[in-house]
Antibody, heavy 119, light 106 residues
Framework: EVQLVESGGGLVKPGGSLRLSCAAS????????MNWVRQAPGKGLEWVSS????????YYADSVKGRFIISRDNAKNSLFLQMNSLRAEDTAVYYC????????????WGQGTLLTVSS | DIQMTQFPSTLSASVGDRVTITCRAS??????LAWYQQKPGKAPKVLIY???SLEGGVPSRFSGSGYGTEFTLTISSLQPDDFATYYC????????FGQGTKVEIK
């Protein structure tokens, strides 16, 4: 069974940094592209970042480009999101999501971790 | 960047109703569109991918259609478990979600 478990969320002051983690199990992690998707309180879903299986291809939404860094450790079946220069508008539940297979949509999701950016 | 316009934003319906939700892309995305259902406090769940392919385990009352820039999600007979928020996702070029449609009890 595919399992994705996010951690690392919390309360951070504007301008601060935080690193989210996603622990994957139940599938061959090294074979799949992985993603971060966020959802601000009471709002819709927003794709944040994507990383290919071997980290060769990395993509960011314009809203986080230059501030967030996605990475992965295939030996540890883990996905990360380093978030810097945080703003109030980054407050959201952050979901880790796996590509379905070779298709580009998000087939499996974690339960999310909440980041709150507030002074 | 591809923009996705989803409508309506809210839909009031009764059990047994036929419900249709539409997503329009700002440029052609071929068939690279998925539909998700999300319930409060839960992660989204994929219902449809490649515009019209039903994900395994999803009831057959859900169907998707469309190609290019216009897509629809149809629930043929709304059930109590279907009251939720629905999102479309284009994955032709990067990824963009629609704004969501909340299906409420009438």
């Amino acid at each position: 069974e595919v399992q994705l478990v996010e951690s690392g969320g919390g309360l951070v002051k504007p301008g601060g940094s935080l690193r989210l983690s996603c622990a994957a199990s139940g599938f061959t992690f090294v074979s799949y592209s992985m993603n971060w998707v966020r959802q601000a309180p009471g709002k819709g879903l927003e794709w944040v970042s994507s990383i290919s299986s071997s980290s060769n291809y990395i993509y960011y939404a314009d809203s986080v480009k230059g501030r967030f860094i996605i990475s992965r450790d295939n030996a540890k079946n883990s996905l990360f999101l380093q978030m810097n220069s945080l703003r109030a508008e980054d407050t959201a539940v952050y979901y880790c999501a796996r590509h379905y297979d070779t298709s580009g949509f998000f087939g499996y999701w974690g339960q999310g971790t909440l980041l709150t950016v507030s002074s | 960047d591809i923009q996705m316009t989803q409508f309506p934003s809210t839909l009031s319906a009764s059990v047994g109703d036929r419900v249709t939700i539409t997503c329009r892309a700002s440029q052609s995305i071929n068939s690279w569109l998925a539909w998700y259902q999300q319930k409060p406090g839960k992660a989204p769940k994929v219902l449809i991918y490649e515009a019209s392919s039903l994900e395994g385990g999803v009831p057959s009352r859900f169907s998707g259609s469309g190609y290019g820039t216009e897509f629809t999600l149809t629930i043929s007979s709304l059930q109590p478990d279907d009251f939720a928020t629905y999102y479309c996702l284009q994955y032709n070029s990067d990824w963009t979600f629609g704004q969501g449609t909340k299906v409420e009890i009438k």
